[in-house]
């Protein structure tokens, strides 16, 4: 056991901390997660547009409701990598150190990656339009890609100084401007040139290209139970181990299910059930209570505990892990380096999760939508707000699938306290 403590100190915790500090990751993560509040108002409102009950159904159709709702997701959802272009070149000149010029970067960004996008003319008066695939899922690899560029062009002009400068007296916006021009100007040029060059080849687009050659490979890797599994696992370990194991897989998944979650949305909105059950939702199961899905042992705390000390500590412990919650029991009680807890810890995440993606391919209960930002919500309502009734009865089941697994492993913990404080009170 010591071996394996030192080899994860010395080899795997290194390239965690290296993974997680990474500027592109981190710039790509932050300006996912800054998406969040549009994010959750599509999915909401897919969710209100498609609860499975005939009466509600027939009320919000025959007042109009449906087709308002609907309207939101299309704005939302569908267009998340447009957003995406903009925020995550925003939060990559922090990460850069460009912060002063982040919203020229962005709004560089977002007229790169409008620039990229198609536009087909049709026979009626010779007018112009876009397609919406490309907005949406089909373009977040894209939308990236264009943001880091953009964040690496202004950074190499302005560090080197190559910029339009202005006498003093000018407005500060002003001058901003000028400085954003030079860099702006060669990153619509090299945008430009890279659409005229893809477009004369059997793609026709950037977005096309990408999608094709990068985006699904990825996608349908992801997309499957063994290396979601391989995920979680990797994330446990580091949480074990002291570090935030979610940092560190989250920014590989974020652009990955943030197409999931549109492709879902519209599937849904369409009247079928999402295709993609590996998601957001899936994820918050691995994670029912915090990480670890821990909320079967601040139950089993709760409701067994012998030992003061545990009884005293699952006051706490229980109501924060209903809500996911769990760094207390991580660092207080503490699981991190506790190595009775260490199976449970492990296994439970990746129980529930293939539990649930089995009763998923048997069509036992529908997938969740995959909204990101749910995971706080205790079980059944946050399978409600993933758009999945059946998903919210079932994680009623995986709690207590949670408190049974990890009850005996609590157990030892328990009846040692409790030897502990009863030859402390003999003394």
């Known amino acids: 056991m010591n071996k394996f403590i030192n080899f994860m100190e010395q080899k795997f915790v290194p390239l965690s901390n290296k993974i997680s500090t990474n500027k592109y990751l981190k710039s790509v993560s932050g300006g996912s997660m800054s998406l969040l509040g549009i994010i959750m108002l599509g999915s909401l409102f897919t969710v209100l547009n498609n609860i499975a009950w005939a009466p509600y159904q027939d009320l919000i159709s025959k007042i109009g409701l449906s087709t308002i709702f609907g309207f939101i997701p299309v704005v939302t959802m569908d267009m998340i990598a447009l957003y995406m272009s903009y925020s995550i070149a925003y939060v990559g000149a922090k990460e850069f150190g460009v912060e002063k010029y982040a919203k020229n970067i962005g709004f560089a960004s977002l007229m790169a990656y409008v620039l990229l996008i198609p536009i087909n003319f049709t026979a009626i008066e010779g007018k112009q339009f876009i397609d919406f695939e ?22 190499y002009f302005i560090k080197k100084d190559i910029t339009i400068k202005m006498p003093n007296g000018v407005p500060q916006m002003v001058v901003e401007s000028f400085i954003a021009l030079i860099p702006a100007i060669a990153t619509a040029l090299l945008f430009a040139i890279i659409k005229q060059g893809i477009s004369l080849t059997e793609f026709g687009s950037v977005q096309n290209i990408i999608y094709s050659l990068l985006q699904k490979p990825l996608q349908t890797l992801t997309n499957n139970l063994p290396a979601f599994l391989i995920f979680i696992t990797v994330a446990q370990l580091l949480w074990f181990f002291g570090i935030h194991g979610s940092m560190t897989v989250l920014p590989i998944l974020f652009p990955i299910f943030l197409g999931f979650l549109a492709e879902n949305t519209a599937a849904v909105n369409a009247g079928g059930i999402a295709p993609n059950p590996i998601n957001f939702g899936l994820y918050d199961l691995a994670n029912l209570g915090g990480s670890g899905a821990t909320i079967g042992l601040v139950i089993v705390m709760f409701l067994f505990s012998k030992s003061k000390r545990y009884k005293v500590f ?33 296994l439970v995440p990746l129980i529930l999760v293939s539990l649930a993606y089995l009763l998923i391919s048997l069509n036992i209960i529908t997938p969740t939508i995959g909204i990101l930002g749910a995971g706080t919500l205790p079980p059944f309502i946050h399978g409600l707000a993933q758009g999945s009734l059946s998903f919210g009865i079932f994680e009623i089941f995986a709690a207590l699938i949670s408190a049974l697994i990890y009850y005996p492993f609590f157990k030892i913990l328990d009846n040692q306290a409790l030897k502990e404080e009863e030859s402390e009170s003999l003394k």
């Not at 953009?150 to 950074?155: E, H, L, M």
């Not at 109501?319 to 506790?338: K, R």
């Open 134 to 155: 490309y907005l949406g899922a089909k373009g977040v690899i894209v939308s990236i890609l264009v943001s880091l560029i953009t964040v690496n062009i202004f950074k």
């Open 314 to 346: 699952s006051r706490v412990a229980l109501p924060t892990g209903l809500f996911g919650v769990n760094e207390p029991v991580i660092f207080g009680m503490p699981i991190m380096l506790n190595f009775v807890l260490l199976i449970p810890f492990l």
